[in-house]
């Protein structure tokens, strides 16, 4: 069974930095990208950055110059450096990821979600 495990949420003051890392566990083929998701209160869950198999990538206008997206394929773990944090950030930030268990076989999952709170 295939899990998405998040960490390395908390609380931060404007202008600080976290970082955020996802990992996948299970048996599965290939990972075909992975991505990272908020949600605010009262608000949709949106896009903030994706990356694919083969590196790239595409973020939300509001992260562009802010957040950077990396991953480690040996490891099937993806992170998420956030730098010049703003209270607007202020979201649970869930992890993404569209995994193919078998070849033929393309499933979307999710993470629990991480509490990202920016605040003084």
């Known amino acids: 069974q295939v899990q998405l495990v998040e960490s390395g949420g908390g609380l931060v003051q404007p202008g600080g930095s976290l970082r955020l890392s996802c990992a996948a566990s299970g048996s599965f083929f290939s990972i075909d990208s992975m991505g990272w998701y908020r949600q605010a209160p009262g608000k949709q869950r949106e896009l903030v950055v994706s990356?694919?198999?083969?590196?790239?990538?595409n973020y939300a206008d509001s992260v562009k110059g802010r957040f950077t997206i990396s991953g480690d394929n040996a490891k099937n773990t993806m992170y998420l450096q956030m730098n010049s944090l703003k209270p607007e950030d202020t979201a649970v930030y869930y992890c993404?990821?569209?995994?193919?268990?078998?070849?033929?076989?393309?499933?979307?999952?999710w993470g629990q979600g991480t509490q990202v709170t920016v605040s003084s």
């Open positions: 990356i694919t198999s083969g590196g790239s990538t």
């Open positions: 993404n990821a569209v995994i193919r268990i078998l070849y033929w076989s393309q499933n979307d999952y």
